[in-house]
């Protein structure tokens, strides 16, 4: 059985950063499109960031563009999400999501329902 497991996250000033990962045991994630997520205190979770399984297609949402980027290492079974200049608006507990043979496009890389593994999240306070 697949596991995913986040890290990396913690406390970080406003315009500083952090490197997520989410790294799998249990199977490979060669065949799995990966999703960031994120849900704040008080908010629905949603998503950030995705990058398919094969071609390295990336997908971001609007208010994280230009300062996130998603990447992913098949001989480490990790993907990371490396997060700069954060913002206070940025603090939320971040998961990782695994969609077997799924393509992710514009208008499906963010639907929750599609990824079938989670992890645990991991919290990121922005904050001074």
């Known amino acids: 059985q697949l596991q995913l497991v986040e890290s990396g996250g913690g406390l970080v000033q406003p315009g500083g950063s952090l490197r997520l990962s989410c790294t799998a045991s249990g199977g490979t994630l060669r065949f799995y499109a990966i999703g960031w997520f994120r849900q704040a205190p008080g908010k629905e979770r949603e998503g950030v960031s995705s990058i398919s399984m094969s071609d390295g297609t990336t997908y971001y949402t609007d208010s994280v563009k230009g300062r996130f980027t998603i990447s992913r290492d098949h001989a480490k079974n990790t993907a990371y999400l490396q997060m700069n200049n954060l913002k206070p608006e940025d603090t939320a507990v971040y998961y990782c999501?695994?969609?077997?043979?799924?393509?992710?496009?514009?208008?499906?890389?963010?639907?929750?329902?599609?990824?079938?593994?989670w992890g645990q999240g991991t919290q990121v306070t922005v904050s001074l």
């Open positions: 999501a695994a969609a077997e043979y799924f393509a992710p496009h514009d208008n499906t890389w963010h639907v929750q329902d599609e990824y079938d593994l």
